[in-house]
């Protein structure tokens, strides 16, 4: 046995200080100490427990955690069926515990968060003074903090559910980007008093009872509740209760997941995943908001039906999973199908819990069958359900994405080039949504496909440029990966086109230069000069006003440099008839 | 025959359970067997006679497990007009549709 084992076995005693009040010491304190006050039963960790059970968690673990004085202070004994069958017999019914004990807990502790409050052990039932924190008005134990002894072993557990506030929180708290839980109206109440509504609920509303064994059937009585169970709902939704003295810490986080889960992930999973992803997620938000997820004697809830989730995640990867919790079932199914050879409903079987079966059917895909499965969906026919399916693979695990981006490269570009030379909306819009998988390199894309694109709006943009062709080239110069030199290359060339055309190229120049993807200044740079000389040439000799239109138009071209337009054009101005000097001055000087 | 072996017996807890969570259903969607109470009491005599045994495993998802099928038994025995299990409360209103109350905490 090692030393802290060995020190933790000793026997921890709580012996009288100075006054006559009693403290506590021993091994888990450090300060061992050989009385025991009260009785002359040694305390040990087990007797640590009887104190939680009795006195509440919250007052022991801040007893231990401060080495606060004891005064009595009577406290309610706990019901012997809540008692280990290994506890001596002759334990006091009643502990004397500290006031000071409880201060460490009330309300008034400046601790703001719900989950602050539950972390500190704090529940509403404290708001009402600090003498109910030890036990409340029931005379129940009260929750426990996160942490003893400043950490130096796991924290003790509350034998009861976590209040609605603080798993609202907590849900929130890792789940919150995906969905925002609604509080359903759980009702946290001891056994009895959950014994006692079903009853009433039944008797109120004529509910018959049944006896299993005879068949026969007579009104319901007061006390004819099962004492099995341990939550229920009222038909009307109006209430749900849930009881409180729980070993499960993530009961109440469990059952707000449940109210706040898809409406079709119960259905479409089968009891076995609904419930083992349930309880994985509370117990993932509870101990993200650093509070115990394991019940006394380290009960846990649903453990094999989580370990099944487990093995799922590995499989489909977690986020897809909760987006499928709160989202909807589906996208969980085609992920599962995406990956596996089976079918999502042959996993579900049944929907009871089978582990052999599930852990057949649950054995992560490698790398290598990953980038095989992707590259089995990428071709000249790659639809939207493959690109989701490809997604939901990348998804599965992020670690392995740079392996099958590397294993895919080239049928993704080949299958984007398929795409982008189809030069449909949608097939466009498969392109685009290909380039925009965790596998694809946009910049690698860019490099291997930006020179095609520009080809293409290239020949969109000769000849007779209509709003078809513009709209087009526009297309295909907003996909994500087109080159924007490129482009502006394709630009300029058919610009050079057009100008060779004469003036009756115009028109298209201009509506060339003011596409969105044009380099003007690279444009006026090439051309501008040119233009200028056609207008310059256009004042030599006799003057019409036909000639002044075109030179309107050459000087409202978005390719034209306007300064030096004018700067040329000006001094000519002396040359034209009044009326013809006053047009072509107000063209030059129009902003 | 009470079952020992703690696999055997959750196995055929969940087994009682899942039944019994099915008969709910048949009769939450109005459309039951005709012999669903006499399944519902067999199934809860099942049950009955793994009492012991599930309390002394202490298992709590077996115990959970256990309440939801009782529950769910006492909903189809009644014909529908009992509470209902938590999983069942599931398929039903929304709670988007109920009005937010206080626990009973304080």
Redo the contacts between chains.
Sequence with gaps: MSTEAAKADQPLQIRASRGGAPSLSGPLLGDAQPMVYGTDVPLTESGIEYLQRTAGNASVVDLLARHVELSPLELPGVADRDRPATEPLGRPKSLRLAGSANEGVRHADGLATPLQRHAKGATPSFDKGAAESAVNSRGEPAAAPAAVGGGRRPARLPNRAMDVATAEAALNGAYGTVHTMTRPPIKIVSKRELLRAYDKYCIDNSVPYTNPRTGTTRPWRRGDADRSIEGFALPDGSAIYVQKNTVLPTATAHEMLHANTAADFRAAVGEAINEGTTEHLAIKAVAAAGLPTVGRSGAKAYVDQVGAVGKLITVVGEATLIAAYFGGADSLVKAYEALMPSTFAALKGAGMLDTAHMAALLVPRTPAQKTALVNGRLSASTTAADIAAIQAICASDAADVPTIAAGVAANLETAVRTKVVEQTAASLGLATDLAGLPIASVSALRTAIGPDIGLLVMAKLLGSVDATAIADATALAELPFADRDGLALSVSGAVAIQLAMGLHGLETVTKLGNLPFADKTALQTSYSPTIVTWADELLDGWVSDADLDQIGALCNLPITNRSTFAATLRPRASELNWGQRMRLRLMLDSP | MPATDPREL?SRV??LS?RA?ELARAVASGDPPPDV??EA?QV??EL?DL?DA?DAL?D??L??A???A??D??YV???G?????????????????????E????
């Design positions: 959750a969940y087994a899942g969570f109470a006499d009491r809860r005599i009955m009492n599930i202490a709590p998802t115990r959970s256990r309440s939801e009782v529950v038994l006492n025995m009644s014909g007009a009992a509470p209902l299990s938590l999983r069942l409360a599931q398929v039903g209103p929304r709670p988007d549709d109920r009005r937010p109350e626990d009973l905490e304080d």
